[in-house]
């Protein structure tokens, strides 16, 4: 066997691997798809021309993890900043969620607990206080 066939991750040479990876990212990162609720691996493999099995290896390979997973964690992040950056304004949890691309406000609760450690509710008060306190301190 080759070192080149060694290389391939199902079936896939590393090249494209990263390639696939990069524009798995520019579609998180540039055009934030994850804000879509119901966006899913079948449309992302649409939008790279490219059949859905490979952009689950790729996620698997490239991300260490799933395709749901990987999407809540840009979602939790998006909701992160958004609560972070409106601490102070009257924030409606539940639009955070829908704005960063949740279905229903329990997946948000517990996607955000399970990898913020604490609830969205937990967070904003935390982020105010914060705020609150580098105001005081000025």
């Not at 590393?14 to 998180?28: M, S, V």
């Not at 994850?34 to 449309?43: A, E, L």
């Not at 749901?68 to 102070?88: D, F, G, P, S």
């Not at 997946?107 to 399970?114: A, D, L, T, V, W």
């Amino acid at each position: 066997m080759t070192s080149r066939v060694k290389d391939k991750v199902g079936g896939v040479n590393p090249q494209t691997l990263d390639i696939l990876k990069r524009e798995i990212t520019r579609l998180l990162k540039r055009d934030k798809v994850y804000r879509y609720n119901d966006y899913s691996i079948g449309q992302m493999a649409e939008q790279l021309n490219i059949n859905k099995r490979y952009v689950s290896l790729t996620i698997r390979h490239c991300f260490n993890t799933n395709f749901t997973t990987l999407l809540n964690v840009y979602r939790i992040k998006e909701a992160e900043r958004m609560l972070t950056r409106y601490c102070l304004a009257d924030v409606n949890i539940e639009d955070v969620a829908i704005a960063s691309g949740f279905k229903t406000r329990q997946s948000f609760y517990n996607y955000f607990k399970k990898l913020m450690g604490v609830n969205p509710t937990q967070f904003l008060e935390k982020a105010r206080a914060d705020r609150l306190a580098r105001m005081d301190a000025r």
